[in-house]
Structures are given as structure tokens and as C-alpha cells.
Nanobody
Framework: QVQLVESGGGLVQPGGSLRLSCAAS????????MGWYRQAPGKERELVAR???????NYVDSVKGRFTISRDYTGKTAYLQMNTLKPEDTAVYYC?????????WGQGIQVTISS
């Protein structure tokens, strides 16, 4: 069962922008932490950004100043605004959510930065 659904991926040239969205299904009542992982070809999956229920955020060093994570007033939709994109940002991006000892994952969405 798909519990988190990503959207907004695609192909963009270096220096461009994309905005990813992640929506939790109705079966999920609430989520404490939402965020984004990514996995590039030949690389390990890494945590890109996350946001708590209180709005505190964390980013991997490589995206600081370029990416912004946010969530809507319901706390069940997360966004990742990606600016000044670089070829090394190319990866499959996975949304995640967690509450207590329960983790939720999206199926992943492709983001490709290429000229």
C-alpha cells in the first residue's frame, strides 16, 4: 500500500529549480517527522532534508542555501524547493515520514539535472 506519494520531479537544466511534494494518505493520522532522501546511481541513499512537527529543519551540507523543506498546516504534506540545481543533485528522491517507531516511505521520484 502506498502511504506517501511524491510529485513534482522531472528534468531541469543546471541552475534551474524544481519543487517536490509529498502527501500522506488518509490512513496516516499524523506524522512527527517528514523529509526527503535521495539515491544517485552508484551512491548510497542519503538524507537530504527533514522537518519536524514543530518546524525545525536539517539539511545535508551539499544542499544548504539551495534547498528548502517545508510542510503544510496539516503536517501531512511536505515540500522540497530545490534551487540552483546541479548535475550532482540528479537522483531518485524518496519522501519519508515517521511517528514513534513507525516509518513511512514513498516509492521515489526521479530528478534529473542535465544540459
Amino acid at each position: 500500500q502506498v502511504q506517501l506519494v511524491e510529485s513534482g520531479g522531472g528534468l531541469v537544466q543546471p541552475g534551474g529549480s524544481l519543487r517536490l511534494s509529498c502527501a500522506a494518505s488518509e490512513s496516516i493520522f499524523s506524522i512527527n517527522i517528514m523529509g526527503w532522501y535521495r539515491q544517485a546511481p552508484g551512491k548510497e541513499r542519503e538524507l537530504v532534508a527533514r522537518i519536524s512537527r514543530f518546524g525545525s529543519t536539517n539539511y545535508v551540507d551539499s544542499v544548504k542555501g539551495r534547498f528548502t523543506i517545508s510542510r503544510d498546516y496539516t503536517g501531512k504534506t511536505a515540500y522540497l524547493q530545490m534551487n540552483t540545481l546541479k548535475p550532482e543533485d540528479t537522483a531518485v528522491y524518496y519522501c519519508y515520514g515517521s511517528r514513534s517507531n513507525i516509518d513511512y516511505w514513498g516509492q521515489g521520484i526521479q530528478v534529473t539535472i542535465s544540459s
